[in-house]
C-alpha cells in the first residue's frame, strides 16, 4: 500500500508532450528550469510517500472524531500537515507578495497529484485553503488580503468553502443564511452542511468563505454575499482574538475519505458571527465562480491521483499473487491494468495540458493569446473535474477487481481507493452539473466557436501526427481522427438544437463530456506517442518510451472508439431521455 | 429506503416476453398458472418488502459479529429466516420428495431477485443453502440424501461453500485441505477463507460442502475431494449429536455485505473433523462445477436486485427533491434514470430466459431439446453472472449520483448498495474467470457452434421483430442488428485466432463478455417491446406499455452503439494488451 510518486511519468507529462516549455517562458516563470522542477517534484514526492502516504489507511480506519464540540483528525495528520507547511507547500501557485512560491500551476497540479494521491482526506484541506485564497486575492480589500492572506499562503491557518445548505446545494440561489449589517462588519447566522474541514485540530485559525444574503437583498442567486467568518477573530496587530459564534454541530458518517472531516456548521447560535463583507453586496456567487477553476481542476486530479495510487497497488498485488503463475501474466489482468494505465497517462496529458493554459491565461504578456486561453482553459474545466472524477472510480474499481476476493477486504485497502475515489463526481458541482456547464455556457453560448476551435486545433495536430513515425501507435491516428469526427458531430448537432430544444441538448450534456473527455485524452496520448517516437530517436530510455507507444495504442483500440457510440447517444438517443412521463418513470 | 418488489414489472417479463409460457408446459410444471406465479410473486414480494428490506440497512450498521467464538447475525435477521422458511421459500425449487415446491427456476429467480434487493447480505444465507441442495441432490448417496437434504430443503440447517484457501482462489487445484480415511467417513484437516456464512446463529446445524485432498490424492485440480462437514454430527435418528471439530475463527471486514459474515474456518485442530466423502475421491472439483450455473445465475440476479433497489431509492428521491424544481424534471437526472431503467429491464429479460432455458434443460421430454437447451444455458450463464453484476455496480453508482451529496452519506443508504453491489463481480469466480469460462469453454470449445446458434437465433428474431409495430421502439432492429453484427464479427475473429494465438483470445474475453451482455439484452428488449407492442393492441395499460417502448428506445440508442466499440477492442486491440513487457507494466 506504499505509494510511489510517479516522478518519471510526470516528467514525461510535463516534458515530452511540450507542457513545460510552453509555460517556462511566460512571465514570472523565468526561472522554472528542469532542474528546478526536478528538485521541486523530488521533494514533493518525498514528502508525500513518506509522510503523507502512510497515514491513508490508518486515516480511514480511524477518521475525523468529534468529541465534546472538539473536532480532531486522525493520528499524523496534524504533523503531517506541520512538514507540508514548513515545506513552503501550502503556498506553491501564490504570489511572493504574500509569501507564496509563484510557481505555475502546471507544477503545482504535479505536486497537488503526489498529495492527494498520498492521502485525498487530508489533501482536502488544503485544497479548500488554495481556493479560498484564490477568492481573497481577487476579490478581497487591501486590509483583507494584508489580514488574511499571509497566514492562508503559508498555511499557518486554514481555509473553507461554506456553501452548501440543506435546502441548497446545486441551487445555491435557495440559500436562507442571513448577513445583517452592524458597523464595518456584518453578523450572520445560518447553518451550512457538507463543509469539509469546517473544523479540525491542523491549523491556529479557520478562515470561513461564507455564502449569506444581507436583508433587502433580491430573491435567488443575485442576492448572495460572500463574507470572511474566521473562526477566531483576528485583532489589528495580527494576534487572535476572541472565538467568534460559529461551531460544528455533528461529522456526518460518509462513504469514504473518513478522515476528511464533513461538518455541519451553525453560525450566529449566539448574537451572530462576526463576518466581513468581501466586495460588494450581492455579487457573493460571481466571487465563487471566479475560483472555480482551480477548485475544479484540483477535484479532476484528485480523480489522475487516486487512480494512479489505485494502479500502484494493483500492479504490486498482480506481480506477487499466484494462481496459475503470477497473476499479471493472465491477458486479463494485462487487460486491466492496461486499462487503468491508458486512463491515468490520458488523465495527465489532459488536464497537465489545461493547467497549462490557466498559466497562459493568467500570465503570457499579449491579451488576446491570454483571453483564448482563458476560453480554452473554461472549455477544458468541467471536462477535466468530470471526465478524470469518473476515470478515478473506474480505475479504482478495477483495483478492487484484481485484487479478486481480497479486494473486498478493508485491510487490503483496494477498497478505500473505490470508495475515497467517489466523492469527486460529487465534489464542486456534480458531474451532471459540469456537463451542464460545458454544453449550455462553454458550446452553446458562443455557438459552439470554442468547441470547433478546440476541435480544429485536434484536427491540426492529428495531420503533423500522421507525419510521425510513431511504430504501434500509428493506429492512433486513424482512431483519434474518427473519434474527433463523432466530437464533431456531437458538437454540431447540439448547436444546432441547442437553442430551439435546450431539454435534448441537456439530455446529452453528460455523454457529451464523456466524448470531450475521451477525445481530449486521446490527443494527450498522440502527443504522448510524438514525445516518446523523438525519444527513442534521441536514444532516450528503450523500455519506457515503448511503454508509452504500447500504451497509446491501447488507448486507441481500447477506449477511442467509445467516441462514436456517445456521439450516437447524443444525436439520436436523446428523445428517449425525455419520452416517459416523469410520474412513470 | 423501503423496498416494493416491482411485480408488475416482474410479471411483465415472464408473460409479455413469452417465458411463463416456455416453461409452463414442462412436466412437473403443469400446474404453473398465471394466477398460481401471481400467489407466489405476491407472497414472496411482501416477505422481501416487510420483513426482510427493513433490516438491509440496519444490518449493513450492526454487521454479523463474533465474540468468544460465536457468530451473530444482526437483530432481526433469524426472525426473518425463520418466516422465510415457515413460508416454504427455502425449498422453491427443489423436488417434493425432499419437501420442496418443485417449482421452475423461472419462477425461483424471481422471488430470489426480490430478496437479494431486499437484502442481498441476508439472502446469502439461503443462496449457499441452494447450492449445497445442488450438490447433495446430484451426487450424494441415498443415505446422505435422506440424512441432510429434508433439513436443508426446509431450511432448518443451512448449506456453505468451502472451497478457497489463500493461496488457492481462482485456481482450486492449489488446495491443501486433507482428508484423512477414518473406516466409514474422513478426518478433515485445513483452514479455508471467505466462507459466507461459514458459522451463524440462524439455524439449528450448519452442513459445510468442503473440498480437500486424500492422502494419495493426485496433484493439482484432479486430486480434490467433496466432503459433507456437519456443525453438529448427525444420530442416525436424525437427531444433533457432539459438535464437529469445526470453528470459526474470524470474520472478514468488508466493503459492504457487512450483515452477512465472512468466515475464516478452522477445521480439524483437535482430532480432525468428520466429514463424509459425496461421490468418488478425486471427483470433488467436477461435482462442484454442476451446481455452479444455478450459483452463478443467482450472483447475476443478485446484480439484477441491487440495481432494482437503487433505482427505486433514486427514483424517490429524484421526486422529492428539489433544485431549481423537482431533479427528476433535470434531462440529466432522468438520463440516469433511464440508463438505470434500461439496464434493469435488459438484465431482468435476459437473466430470467437464462433461467427458462435452466428449466428447459432439466425437464424437457425430448432429450435433443434438452441437450440443446443445456448447450445455451453453459453459454449464457457466465454472461448472467459477470455481465448482470457488473451492470449491477453501475447502477448502483448512478444511484449515489443522483442523491448528489446525499448519496455520499451512509445514513442514506444510496451508498449501501453500491458496497454491497460491489462483490458480485468477484463472487463465485471473479468475471475475469467468467470471461475465459466464456470464450475459451463455450465458444472456442466447440468452434464457436453454441455462439453462432445464438445469433443465428436472434438474426431470426430481429427479422420477425422488423415486422412488428413498435412505434418508437422501432430503432431497436437496425441497431440490434448492427450490435449482433459486432458480436458475430468478434465470435468469428475468437475462432480464427482461438487456437493459435490464446493469450490474444484471452486479452479480449473480458470486452466479449460484456459485448455479449449488451446484444443479450438488447434481444430481450426487442422482446419486450414486441410484448409491450401487443398489450398495446390489446388495450393493455397503455402508459405501462408506451414506457416499455420508450425503455426499449433508450436501450437501442444509449447501449447498443456500444457494441461495435468492445468488437473493435478484442479484434484490434489485443496485441496492445500484451505488448508491454511484464516487468514495466
New interface residues.
Partial sequence: MAYAAPITDIRFTLDDLGLLQRVAGLPGCEEISADLVDAILEEAGKLAGEVIAPLNLKGDVQGATFENGVVRTADGFADAYRAFTDGGWAGIPFDSDYGGQGLPWLVTVAAMEMFAAANIAWTLCPTLTIGAVELLAAHGSKEQKDTYLPKLVSGEWAGTMNL?ES?????LG?LRSRAKPAGDHYLITGKK??ITYGDHDMTDNIVHMVLARTPDAPAGPKGISLFIVPKYLVNPDGSLGPQNDVRCLSL?????IHASPTCVMAFGENDGAVGYLVGEENEGLHYMFTMMNNARMNIGISGLAVAERAYQQA?IYA?DR???G?I???????????TM?AQIEAMRGFAYEAAAYLDIAKRHPDSDTREAAQTRVDLLIPVVKAWCSDCG?EVA?LG??IH??M?????TGA?QH??DA??A??YEG???IQ??DLVARKVLRDGGAAATDYIDSLRSEIKSFEGTDVG?AA?LSSRLSAAVDALARATDWLVANGSANR??T??G???YLTLFGIVAGGAAMARAASGAAKGLKNGGDH??Y??KL??A??Y???IL??A??LA??IT???????????D??
Fill in positions: 452548501t435546502h441548497a446545494g446545486s441551487d435557495a452542511i457538507f456526518e458518517h460518509k462513504l469514504g500492479r506481480r499466484e494462481q496459475f503470477p499479471i501474466q493472465h491477458p486479463d489482468v494485462r487487460r486491466m491494468l492496461m494505465r472510480v474499481s478492487i477487481q479478486g476476493g479486494g473486498y477486504i478493508e485491510e477498497a473505490y470508495r467517489r466523492i463526481p460529487i456534480t458531474n451532471g456537463a451542464i504501434d493506429v431539454a435534448s441537456l439530455a450534456a453528460s455523454p523500455s519506457f515503448s511503454a504500447s500504451t495504442a491501447f486507441a483500440c481500447h472508439p467509445q462514436d457510440a450516437t447517444a439520436d438517443g436523446s428523445e428517449a431521455v425525455l419520452a416517459i412521463d416523469e412513470l418513470l
